[in-house]
Nanobody, 123 residues
Framework: QLQLVESGGGLVQAGGSLRLSCAASGLTLDDLTIGWFRQAPGKEREGVSYISSLDGSTFYADSVKGRFTISRDNAKNTVYLQMNNLKPEDTAVYYC????????????????WGQGTQVTVSS
């Protein structure tokens, strides 16, 4: 059974940076597509980024492109989301998710989820 644990959230001023970590146990991350999602109060969960199990290719939502970077450390079985130049609209609970078969940005197609970590960006 795969377990995902996020960490690295917090409070940061606009323009600042945070690095989120998603540590996995139970399965090897490089066999999985790992996605980062976020959900702000009253809003639907949205895809931020993912890294493909197939070839390691990455995807970014337009809202974060050029500011966020997803990466994977296979030795640590951990995926990271480096977030730079944060904006107040990035405030949300961030989740990592994994799936063995799906490659994409639609949250309902991911089978495994972490508990989430809060990111708050003040203006």
């Amino acid at each position: 059974q795969l377990q995902l644990v996020e960490s690295g959230g917090g409070l940061v001023q606009a323009g600042g940076s945070l690095r989120l970590s998603c540590a996995a146990s139970g399965l090897t991350l490089d066999d999985l597509t790992i996605g980062w999602f976020r959900q702000a109060p009253g809003k639907e969960r949205e895809g931020v980024s993912y890294i493909s199990s197939l070839d390691g290719s990455t995807f970014y939502a337009d809202s974060v492109k050029g500011r966020f970077t997803i990466s994977r450390d296979n030795a640590k079985n951990t995926v990271y989301l480096q977030m730079n130049n944060l904006k107040p609209e990035d405030t949300a609970v961030y989740y990592c998710a994994a799936d063995e078969y799906y490659i994409g940005n639609y949250y309902k197609n991911y089978d495994y989820w972490g508990q989430g970590t809060q990111v708050t960006v003040s203006s």
